[in-house]
């Protein structure tokens, strides 16, 4: 009587486990022609790399600066004449672009952007009005020497030459731009293009042309004077940005077409906050 008691408290106890097993075993097993197959499943969640945006900012933009020094030192360039560079800023907000997201997981890809912004130059300028009449042309600014201007007077006795420093200035002006771009993204790279056009704002007029001293030839050729109106753009650049990382690093060469300086090298900063 007793055996029997403890074979039916074993059986109590372990049916439920029994049944818990079995329910377990129909959860991980598949019926195929009426025949049970027990399966192993394992289930994993991982994170596909996209686009690092800013789903929750106000104004979804892609923030760029680029600081710029304008190219060209060779004879005609005044920073070979001044010693001192034209500097440039622009600071623009990528405001479409397409397709709006980029799997990261692809090798090779393609996007499209258009940008809106501004540039600020400083020009190294000259006040042309303030040369002498007996002005015969320029020496370049050295090391120990700033930019200098050669006149020469002729006199019953003889010809008088002197050397005097010449005075330059920097002359700054602000204009607005647009441009559409194309950018070939290699993972972490990106090689760009963009063109468009910069609205100049305000007439201005060209620094004049110098030339070396000579008792034949012009001290100096005056600079255009230039209205209002649009010059075009081109802009190529290569970036960095580390996977995940709303940062890109930049260098960035632009052209501009007309403009006293048309040549510019520099390197920015992008921050994505789509």
Same mark, same amino acid.
């Given at each position: 009587?007793t %055996?029997?008691?403890?074979?039916? %408290? ?8 029994? @049944?818990?097993?079995q &329910?377990?075993m129909a ?12 399966? *192993? ?11 690092s945006r /800013? ?10 600066v680029? @600081?710029?020094?304008? =190219? ?21 907000? *990528?405001?479409l ?6 799997d990261?997981?692809? #090798? #090779? ?6 940008? !809106?912004g ?29 930019l #200098? ?10 010809? *008088?030459t ?21 950018? !070939?993204?290699?993972? *972490? ?5 963009? &063109? ?7 007439s201005?007029?060209? #620094? ?8 034949? =030839? ?27 990382s ?5 260098l960035? =060469? ?6 006293p300086? /048309?040549?510019?090298l &520099?390197? =920015? ?6």
């Amino acid at each position: 009587m007793t %055996c029997a008691r403890l074979l039916v %408290c074993l059986f109590a106890v372990l049916a439920p486990v029994g @049944a818990s097993a079995q &329910g377990l075993m129909a959860q991980d097993s598949i019926v195929i022609d009426g025949v049970m197959l027990d399966v *192993e499943a394992q289930v994993r969640f991982d994170s596909l790399p996209t686009d690092s945006r /800013n789903t929750t900012a106000t104004f979804q933009a892609a923030w760029t600066v680029n @600081a710029f020094i304008g =190219g060209g030192r060779s004879a005609p360039g005044w920073w070979n004449w001044s010693g001192r560079p034209d500097v440039n800023l622009l600071c623009s907000a *990528e405001l479409l672009r397409f397709p709006d997201k980029l799997d990261r997981r692809k #090798r #090779r890809q393609w996007q499209g952007h258009v940008d !809106a912004g501004f540039m600020i130059a400083s020009l190294v300028s000259i006040d042309a009005s303030t040369f002498p009449d007996s002005l015969i042309g320029f020496l370049p600014a050295t090391a120990t020497a700033p930019l #200098r201007m050669v006149t020469s007077q002729q006199f019953d006795i003889g010809t *008088e030459t002197d050397t005097l420093d010449a005075v330059t200035g920097r002359t700054v002006t602000t204009a607005p731009f647009a441009t559409v771009g194309l950018d !070939a993204v290699l993972r *972490e790279w990106q090689v760009g293009i963009a &063109g468009g056009l910069r609205y100049r704002p305000q007439s201005l007029k060209d #620094r004049p042309v110098l030339n070396a001293p000579t008792l034949d =030839g012009a001290a100096y050729v005056p600079g255009i004077q230039r209205n209002p109106g649009v010059d075009p753009m081109i802009q190529v650049r290569i970036a960095y940005q580390k996977d995940r990382s709303p940062w890109t690093f930049q260098l960035t =060469g632009l052209w501009l077409s007309q403009a006293p300086q /048309n040549q510019w090298l &520099g390197a =920015g900063v992008k921050y994505d906050a789509w």
